[in-house]
């Protein structure tokens, strides 16, 4: 079956804009998680939802970050006012259930900030 | 609070050479352990994993080995191939905050011929 998705693959966008990143978790993944991956940063986790809800939002690096999911299926990232900071590779995974289980990982949205 | 750290290379070995990349954690409890891979191009995949201590996670030829004692969950192969370039992370999620997931900042491994 279809893996993670992830849409755009890449986003140049100048400061200040607002984006929109989205990610299709594999069908019937009930969790599903961001993260970041930046030069020196290494792979940071932002969010994490079990079905449509995030029990924890404190990885999210400040108030201009945001995510939703609905249908316990696709989950879009919302960056306002974007700021050069927030270049970095976007990560999705997904897994069956949260926990120890395997997460799947999409191929990421690589944002540029000018 | 927990965390996760390893050696960062980046690592340059030759063709068949023996690879170990360190790994230790500092966790709050007893966590799993894992062990993802970055191939050039594409996402993260998990490599191995062990749930719970004197567990050995292994795959492709690699092995990994959950030592609470020392904290540490080293991977290591006996011989590397030119396929097996790519960036290695190891990470850890706390059985009882399943939204914790922490990773070390990775390893990057070139192997040449």
């Known amino acids: 079956g279809a893996g993670v998705s992830q849409s755009p693959s890449n986003k140049v966008t100048e400061k200040g804009k607002d984006v929109e990143l989205r990610c299709d978790p594999i069908?019937?993944?009930?969790?599903l998680y961001w993260y970041r991956q930046s030069l020196g940063q290494g792979l940071e986790f932002l969010i994490y939802f079990q079905g449509n809800s995030a029990p924890d939002k404190s990885g999210l690096p400040s108030d201009r970050f945001s995510a939703e999911r609905t249908g316990g299926s696709v989950s879009t990232l919302t960056i306002q006012r974007t700021q050069q900071e927030d270049s970095a590779v976007y990560l999705c995974?997904?897994?069956?259930?949260?926990?120890?289980?395997?997460?799947?990982f999409g191929p990421g949205t690589r944002l540029t900030v000018l | 609070g927990d965390s996760v750290t390893q050696m960062e290379g980046p690592v340059t070995l030759s063709e068949e050479a023996f690879l170990t990349i360190n790994c230790t954690y500092t966790?709050?409890?007893?966590?799993?352990l894992f062990w993802y891979v970055q191939y050039p191009g594409e996402g993260l995949q998990l490599l191995l994993k062990?749930?719970?201590?004197?567990d050995k996670g292994s795959n492709k030829g690699f092995e990994a080995t959950y030592r609470k004692e020392t904290t540490s969950f080293h991977l290591e192969k006996g011989s590397v191939q030119v396929s097996d370039s790519a960036v290695y992370f190891c990470a850890l999620i706390m059985k009882t905050s399943y939204d914790k997931v922490i990773f070390g900042p990775g390893t990057s491994l070139s192997v040449i011929p």
């Open positions: 062990a749930t719970k201590a004197d």
């Open positions: 995974a997904s897994s069956l259930l949260a926990g120890v289980n395997e997460q799947f």
């Open positions: 069908s019937g993944h009930t969790a």
């Open positions: 966790a709050t409890g007893y966590p799993s």
